[in-house]
Nanobody, 121 residues
Framework: QVQLVESGGGLVQAGGSLRLSCGAS????????MGWYRQAPGKQRELVAA???????NYADSVKGRFTISRDNAKNTVYLQMNSLKPEDTAVYYC???????????????WGQGTQVTVSS
């Protein structure tokens, strides 16, 4: 099994910054895409940012220019640097990863437990 553990959420004022981290552990052969999703109350979960194993990134339009996703493949860790935070960024942020436990098995999708980010106005 693969576990994803997030950290770094919290309460911040509008205009502030937070850095989220997510480490993957367990039986891992390789991790392909990693990403961050968020879900605000009463809304569907949405993609915030994603990064391939080669470093290609993709961002939601609402966070372009403010958030930066990065990863450390040696540590099986993905980061989300969030700057110029807005109240509308308030949500539970979930880490996501497509991981292979063996070269003989197809990749599976894994989720973290979520970390709360609250931006006050």
């Amino acid at each position: 099994q693969v576990q994803l553990v997030e950290s770094g959420g919290g309460l911040v004022q509008a205009g502030g910054s937070l850095r989220l981290s997510c480490g993957a552990s367990g039986r891992i052969s390789r991790i392909n895409d990693m990403g961050w999703y968020r879900q605000a109350p009463g809304k569907q979960r949405e993609l915030v940012a994603a990064i391939t194993s080669g470093g290609t990134t993709n961002y939601a339009d609402s966070v372009k220019g403010r958030f930066t996703i990065s990863r450390d493949n040696a540590k099986n860790t993905v980061y989300l640097q969030m700057n110029s935070l807005k109240p509308e960024d308030t949500a539970v942020y979930y880490c996501n990863a497509w991981a292979l436990q063996s070269i003989w098995l197809p990749p599976r999708e894994y989720w973290g437990q979520g970390t709360q980010v609250t931006v006050s106005s």
